[in-house]
């Protein structure tokens, strides 16, 4: 089982960067398929980025496109959410995931693992 624990929140301007880290431990991370989901207050938790297992391919929500990247150093256990360009309505509680099985990447109910999450407050 792999415990995720996420860092790097915090508040800042419209137009401005933040890098999100998520540091995994108790498992082989290079197993897993990780991912980046966010939830703003009254919403549903929703699907950010995905990275496979090595690293090879990413996958991103359109409403982040061309404005963050996801990376992973398998040698360090962790994973990373590089946000650019942030946007006010790109506030949330930014989560970690992992999952082990096959499935859609964008699905949170494919992840079994989760971190307990990092505010991202973005200021208009």
């Known amino acids: 089982q792999v415990q995720l624990v996420e860092s790097g929140g915090g508040l800042v301007q419209a137009g401005g960067s933040l890098r999100l880290s998520c540091a995994a431990s108790g498992a082989t991370f290079s197993l897993y398929v990780m991912g980046w989901f966010r939830q703003a207050p009254g919403k549903e938790r929703e699907f950010v980025a995905a990275?496979?297992?090595?690293?090879?391919?990413?996958y991103f929500a359109d409403s982040v496109k061309g404005r963050f990247t996801i990376s992973r150093d398998n040698a360090k256990n962790t994973v990373y959410l590089q946000m650019n360009s942030l946007r006010p309505e790109g506030s949330a509680v930014y989560y970690c995931a992992a999952r082990y099985t096959r499935g859609s990447y964008s699905s949170r109910y494919e992840y079994a693992y989760w971190g307990q999450g990092t505010q991202v407050t973005v200021s208009s």
């Open positions: 990275i496979t297992r090595t690293g090879g391919d990413t």
